[in-house]
């Protein structure tokens, strides 16, 4: 894992003396975000499995913030992540920014995968998230402000073939994001749905080695970059944060020429 030692853009005060919470922080999007938001003066915990994983995060965090730290925790296990985020609320006051960013990928075909495979995919994918919302909703409508971002995936709006897992549980994150944006804004409490384009991950890799096809340039983005759209546009009133255009201009291309689309989209 390398480390940025570059500092990462301004966000204004946007960021400092708040409480951010992200998932899936050992590694990828979750780790950039937790460095820039460290940088930017914000109170970070990152929570993943891997202790070993986490532990060059934790050094940096708690060398640039004292009462940033990460935690072990599986956000499949719904009790383990509600324990963390009471024991986050209780510990600093309660949590501005929760970044729903952990998340796994199958990678099992079409003609192996089990009903289990999609159980544990939707468990981390969007249970986790859903708990995770539920869990913070209470502090953040007593304050009257919050903001919730939730990592979904272009192949939620946009599937690839495969299996159908992980852009089905992408599919339910993008929607759940959405009711509830509605409902929530007016108490002052933001909700956002992220498509970061393809990063070079992991989770990203994994995917080509399986047989993904390389994304066009445009649709490639670094994770500093990501984290830096995400960072620029929470707390604005938008809905989606979308990290590629050209993604965006395909889903016009599927409402407009379904046919077409699916035609093009098949070998893909
Ligand atoms: N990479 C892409 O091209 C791409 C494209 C679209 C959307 N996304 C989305 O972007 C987000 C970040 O992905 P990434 O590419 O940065 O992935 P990544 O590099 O593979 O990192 C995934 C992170 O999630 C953690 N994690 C996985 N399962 C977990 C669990 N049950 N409990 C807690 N933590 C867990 C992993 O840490 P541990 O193993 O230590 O738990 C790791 O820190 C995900 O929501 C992904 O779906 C990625």
Redesign the pocket.
Known sequence: MTLPTRRPPLYGDRYRGRVAVV?????????QLCLDLVHAGATVVG????AQ??EPLSAVLRTVSPTSHTVV????DTEALRATLATVITRHGGIDLLIN?????PGVRLADITVDDFRRTFD??FF?PVAATLAVLPSMRARGAGTIVN?????GRLPSPGPGA?PAS?AALSAFSESTAFRLAPLGIRVHV???????????L??LHRGLRRPPRLMIRR?ETVSRIILARAGESSLEISASRLIDVAMVFRHLLPGAYRWGRKSW
Do not use: H, I, W
């Not at 929570?47 to 891997?50: E, I, M, T, W």
């Not at 960013?101 to 990928?105: E, F, G, K, V």
């Not at 992220?194 to 990203?204: I, S």
């Open positions: 998932t899936g922080a050992s590694a990828g999007l979750g780790e929570l993943a499995r891997n994983r986490l925790c599986d956000v499949a960013n952990a998340a796994q990928d981390v994918n986790a990592v979904s995936s272009d192949g992980y992408k992220v498509y970061p384009a393809f990063m070079a991950t992991e989770l990203g994994g995917a994770v």
